[in-house]
């Protein structure tokens, strides 16, 4: 075997062939309408309501600035409660907003907010929940409605990795006050960097539109402190053509990701999560979990024997973003609360999973997987 010629990363961008990209590119040059709503930056706003079945998007330079964007718009304040496993750029968002975060622990089927655990961290200062749909795999949304309907708060839901997937015949994304989307090089569908927003009534997306353009509402007015976050004509011409390929991308994950479920399946002390139940996945990322005592190799251990042999997963999300310097003085950091995430960011290693990933390749990550432990001979060049 020795077909494995460069490394193989957690994600590798699925990019449209230069030839087709090029026409967009003279249109930009010819208009020199470069940014600022032109008409690749609408016509992607359009076709992706269309696409995803969501009613209003606003595209942006990136997921965090939605996020924070959206937190904005909502006029949310005080205390927000929310996930200390996912990307930094969650609860990033709030300290943006002056909120302070207040973590909870996730539930172990998903690894995502345990609605279960929410009341008992609502203060008279709680005025929002951010959960995040980690993996794609959708939060527990209908209990989460239920909570927050009950305590008056908003939902806004950190989807950056739930782009196209469907709950319960529609978008996952429809769901809560606001949903963010990250078009992030390494996202199932990217546009380079990028991001979105998509909410439910036009008077919120003028607001968003306002608000990720300085705070202009008309040439004269300005209605609140905005920020610069709009995505540019290239990237949103690029989008245009990966929608077009972005469903056959999706088969190709699938069946990758079917290939590792068969054939993950039985080695001792490696487990992955379930297919969620009446979902339509996106197949963004492949999590195990490793298991010390059953498999014989600690999760670091495994990782980096991975990474010796070519293969760089990634351990999302570890640490936990509760236990980053600057977080682990807030009360609810305290990892006694957090058992649960604790226990699955020292387990988690995500591995590589794009449309290109070939056969053989994925073959010789469940090859390594199932012989490390067995202190196996790899057999195999770089
Ligand atoms: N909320 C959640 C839950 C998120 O996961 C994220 C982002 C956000 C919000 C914020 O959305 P954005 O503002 O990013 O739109 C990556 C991404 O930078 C980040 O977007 C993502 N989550 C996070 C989970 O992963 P890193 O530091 O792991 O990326 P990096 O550069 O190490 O890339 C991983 C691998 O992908 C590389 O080893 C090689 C490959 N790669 C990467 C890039 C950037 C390529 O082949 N080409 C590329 O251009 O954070």
Known sequence: MDYLKSPIYVSKPSLPDLQDFLPYLEQIWESKILTNNGSFHKQLEKELAEYLGVPYIS?????????????????ISG?????????????HSLLWNNIKPVFVDVEPEFCNLDPEKIEAAITSNTTAILPVHVYGNPCKVERIEEIAKKHSLKVIYDAAHAFGVNYEDQSVCNYGDISILSFHATKVFNTMEGGAIICHDA??????????????????????CGINSKMNEMQAALGLLQLQSHSANNEKRKAIDHFYRKNLNGIKGISFLAQPKNTVPNHAYFPIFVDEKEYGISRDMLY??????????????YPLISEFSMYENYESANSANLLIA????????????????????IDYIIHCISGFNQEKEINLIL
């Open 79 to 91: 205390e927000v409660i929310t996930t200390p496993f996912s990307f930094v750029a969650t609860s």
């Open 304 to 317: 980096e024997k991975l990474k010796e042999n070519g293969i760089y997963g990634r351990r999302y999300f």
């Open 342 to 361: 604790k226990e699955v960011s020292q387990m988690v290693i995500c591995l590589p999973i794009y449309p290109d990933l070939k056969l053989a390749e």
């Open 59 to 75: 595209l942006f330079a990136n997921g965090t600035l939605g996020l924070v964007t959206a937190l904005q718009v909502l006029g």
């Open 203 to 224: 008077n919120t997306k003028k607001q968003i539109d306002f608000l990720k353009n300085f705070g202009f509402a008309s040439e004269t007015t300005i209605m609140a």
